[in-house]
Structures are given as structure tokens and as C-alpha cells.
């Protein structure tokens, strides 16, 4: 029953492949997050989805590329991966329309880079 | 503005004292400030939030103030257990949906 998952857990890889993570809501919620969590814990908005139209890039390297399949998944695709992408990656999801609306987080996916 | 100061950066409390942190934000037009409880390998979950339009708001042991002419809010934790240590992030809500963070507040409590 859980809200908000991510898969895998913890991904290693080598530099210069290519990733993806998955995320998957079951709260209905209509608008999906990516975060990023580097080595000193700051969390940082990288993108967000409004029923799979995008509404937030935050000045992300094209590298990275967010694709939502229908409102209830947004997956996160990296290819040419590099040292400096070694982080945790949250994926978030909230209500939409209305304002405020809080913000429910997976438990990440940790990315380690070789 | 961006930023969210919080502060401080750690913090150590004796089981049962009070814990407070605080943040200061930059955009005055901002009026939803929510805060996150980190664990250990797990993703912020959300402890409590508040709206603009009031200046307090508790909910058992945890509290938060917002001071919107000096732009701060703070946390409040009182009577502190074991399982309050964590790690604490406040943030803000500029535009529409994005949430800008604090850095991160490791509270340990210690028995």
C-alpha cells in the first residue's frame, strides 16, 4: 500500500551509461515531482509533472529527461551519466488545482556513479 | 529571491527538552511553508505546514510560527523523544508548485 514508490532503491553504474528510474503514485494525486539530494542533504526541484504535461525544468542538464507515461507514473531517464549525477533522486506527487497541496515523497533512489 | 536560510545546521537536545529551528525566506509574495522530517534511507515525509493567513499552528508536541513581516517561521518540538532525531528541512512555496528547501537541520536527541 505504499504512496509513493521508486525503483530500484540503489543504482550503480559507470560513467558514461545510460539509466532510468521509475515512479509510480496510487493516491491519485495529479501532479508528479523529481528531486535531487546531493552528498550534504540539500534537496533541490528538478522537475515536475501536471497531468503529463511538464510544468517545472529547473535548469536541468538535457541529459536528463522526465517522460509520464499517464498521471500516475513520471520515470526519469539519464543518459551519459556523470560523476556529479551521484545522488538521491526523490520523486514526489501532490494534488493539483488548488493551492498548497503537500507534497508526499518516495524513499528515493540512491545513484552511485564509478 | 531563492534561498531559504535555515538554521541551525545541527542540533543536540536532551530527551524531554524543546527543540526549535529556524528559517528565513526571501519572496514576500510566498504563503505556504511546510516542513519535512527525513529519517535515515528514507524521503522527507511532512510534519506540519502553515498558510499565510495565520501565525501559529500546533499539532501535540510540534508547533510552527510565521512572522510574515520579518519573513521567519520556525519549528517548535517539545518534550523530545528518541524518535524525534532526524533531519529537519523547512521550505517554501514560490509559484505555483515548487517547493524550495532550507539545508537541513540533524536534530539528535539524546537520552
Known amino acids: 500500500d505504499t504512496a509513493v514508490s521508486q525503483t530500484p532503491k540503489y543504482l550503480v553504474t559507470q560513467m558514461g551509461n545510460d539509466k532510468s528510474i521509475k515512479c509510480e503514485q496510487n493516491?491519485?494525486?495529479?501532479?508528479m515531482y523529481w528531486y535531487k539530494q546531493d552528498s550534504k542533504k540539500f534537496l533541490k526541484i528538478m522537475f515536475s509533472?501536471?497531468?503529463?504535461?511538464?510544468?517545472i525544468n529547473e535548469t536541468v542538464p538535457n541529459r536528463f529527461s522526465p517522460k509520464s507515461p499517464d498521471k500516475a507514473h513520471l520515470n526519469l531517464h539519464i543518459n551519459s551519466l556523470e560523476l556529479g549525477d551521484s545522488a538521491v533522486y526523490f520523486c514526489?506527487?501532490?494534488?493539483?488545482?488548488?493551492?498548497?497541496?503537500?507534497?508526499?515523497f518516495g524513499d528515493g533512489t540512491r545513484l552511485s556513479i564509478l | 529571491g531563492e534561498n531559504v536560510e535555515q538554521h541551525p545546521s545541527t542540533l543536540s537536545v536532551q530527551e524531554g527538552d524543546s527543540a526549535v529551528i529556524k528559517c528565513t525566506y526571501s519572496?514576500?509574495?510566498?504563503?505556504?511553508f511546510p516542513w519535512y522530517k527525513q529519517e535515515l534511507g528514507k524521503g522527507p515525509q511532512l510534519i506540519i505546514d502553515?498558510?499565510?493567513?495565520?501565525g501559529e499552528k500546533k499539532d501535540q508536541r510540534i508547533a510552527v510560527t510565521l512572522n510574515k513581516t520579518a519573513k521567519h517561521f520556525s519549528l517548535h518540538i517539545t518534550e523530545t523523544q528518541p524518535e524525534d532525531s532526524a533531519v529537519y528541512f523547512c521550505?517554501?512555496?514560490?509559484?505555483?508548485?515548487?517547493?524550495?528547501f532550507g539545508q537541513g537541520t540533524r536534530l539528535t536527541i539524546n537520552p
Open positions: 519572496d514576500s509574495a510566498s504563503n505556504y
Open positions: 509533472y501536471n497531468n503529463k504535461e511538464l510544468i
Open positions: 521550505a517554501e512555496r514560490q509559484g505555483a508548485q515548487k517547493l524550495v
Open positions: 514526489a506527487s501532490s494534488r493539483a488545482g488548488g493551492i498548497n497541496q503537500p507534497q508526499h
Open positions: 502553515i498558510r499565510s493567513n495565520v
Open positions: 493516491l491519485g494525486h495529479d501532479t
